[in-house]
């Protein structure tokens, strides 16, 4: 199973994990028992639509996530994720690495996201 | 003449100035371009009464049978309005720029441009003040683009009337949208580390547009005022009114009443602001002749 995980840095399966998806800095993806690979998230140095464009790094090589793990996604970052089948699953403040994230995973400790959990700028527009 | 107001910090008194301006002068027409937060009706107290306009735009729409996940579009699109998920194109239609490229580059004609509403543009009449010609523009909640809401507002001016623009607080794009055709740029700003601060924003963009301005001292006191007379001088900004900070002034604009109604001489200091301006104006034009 291929294992996406949104990453502060670019330090190998020491790498500390980023809890927002569409601006975290890096992405990594880990697949069985292979080294981890991590390439620089597209989306963070976007002007507009970084959720999107993380969306799509995330379901193309080298990445080809089936899994996510984040602490949140954006409502378009969603709609994107959601068309691409990815199953998201929450990190907390526990999993602080990316070979802790993905053990707290296989271990099923992480919660599955059912609902986008930011609102994003745009929808808080007009309150 | 088009006068914009603008400041670089929210809450400085741009609605306040540009009402009570209004307000003080005749054959005037107040465009409110804060598309974002339009307020000048509350103080105003108008009432819109015929059927607002759409402003629309352009967005693209897929025909997914033609689509053959060539993915040229999403790679073309520099907002990421476009992504392929699956062999299926998704569009978003708030990042979207309307710029048209995604469907000019699709090989198989998948993508057509159709059009959506974003805001609106309404017309509001105020009671006692029939004279007053006032509009303003409205972005539709979720929307992120509200420079063509502002852009449409703008085509309404007319060069025979004093036309006066609330601008967006900021320096963002709808703010430059509604100052950037104007003749003068009024900045409002308070006595503030924080009014300075976005003031030397907002001084900037007026700078880099060319454009000739003066400031507005809102909730003026002798003793902070310094912080923005030194500032001004520094970078020969001209004062050309200050507002006390009075309470007065503050119950009137709580109960969304313009002071200029109610506390006498007001008027005549806002009409005196606007012969100031215009005289800026004409000795710039018969400096450039």
């Known amino acids: ?127 | 003449m088009q006068l914009t107001i603008l400041s670089g910090k929210g809450g400085t008194g741009k609605t306040t100035v540009a009402v009570n301006l209004a307000l003080s002068l005749q054959n005037v027409q107040l465009l409110d371009a804060d598309v974002e937060e339009p307020n000048d009706y509350l103080l105003l107290g108008a009432e819109f009464k015929s059927p607002a306009q759409s402003v629309e735009k352009l967005i693209p729409t897929v025909d997914q049978d033609k689509c053959t996940a060539c993915k040229l579009c999403v790679n073309f699109c520099q907002y990421n309005a476009l992504a392929l998920m699956l062999d299926q194109l998704l569009v978003f239609p708030e990042i979207c720029h309307s710029c048209g490229g995604c469907s000019q580059i699709c090989p198989t004609g998948a993508i057509k441009e159709v059009g959506r509403s974003l805001g609106k543009i309404s017309q509001g009449v105020i009671p006692g003040y029939s004279e007053l010609e006032f509009w303003q523009g409205e972005l539709n909640p979720g929307e992120e683009q509200a420079v063509p809401v502002v852009n449409q507002l703008l085509k309404l001016s007319k060069v025979e009337k004093k036309v006066i623009i609330d601008a967006q607080p900021g320096i963002r794009c709808p703010t430059i949208e509604a100052t950037a055709g104007s003749d003068f740029c009024l900045l409002v700003t308070e006595p503030t580390p924080f009014g300075l601060s976005d003031l030397k924003l907002a001084v900037e963009l007026v700078k880099q547009l060319g454009l000739k301005a003066g400031l507005v001292i809102n909730r003026s006191e002798p003793v902070y005022d310094s912080l923005i007379i030194d500032y001004a001088a520094e970078v020969g900004l001209p004062i050309l009114l200050k507002i006390p900070f009075e309470r007065k002034i503050a119950e009137l604009y709580a109960r969304g009443i313009p002071f200029v109604r109610e506390m006498p001489g007001w008027q005549a200091k806002f009409s005196q602001l606007y012969q100031t301006i215009v005289r800026r104006v004409s000795d710039e034009k018969s400096n450039s002749n």
């Open chain 1, 1 to 127: 199973m291929r294992i996406v995980i949104s990453l502060a840095e670019n330090e190998g399966e020491t790498s500390k994990v980023a809890l927002q998806f569409g601006r975290a800095s890096y992405l990594g993806v880990k697949a069985d028992k292979t080294p981890a690979r991590i390439i620089v998230n597209p989306g963070q140095s976007k002007q507009s639509g970084a959720g999107v464009a993380a969306a799509q790094a995330v379901v193309e090589p080298p990445l080809q996530g089936e899994v996510l793990l984040t602490g949140s996604v954006g409502p378009k970052a969603w709609q994107a994720l959601k068309a691409g089948q990815l199953n998201i699953y929450q990190l907390t403040a526990a999993e602080k690495t990316l070979a802790e994230a993905v053990a707290a995973f296989e271990a099923g400790k992480l919660v599955q996201l059912t609902v986008s959990k930011k609102p994003g700028l745009a929808n808080k527009a007009g309150f």
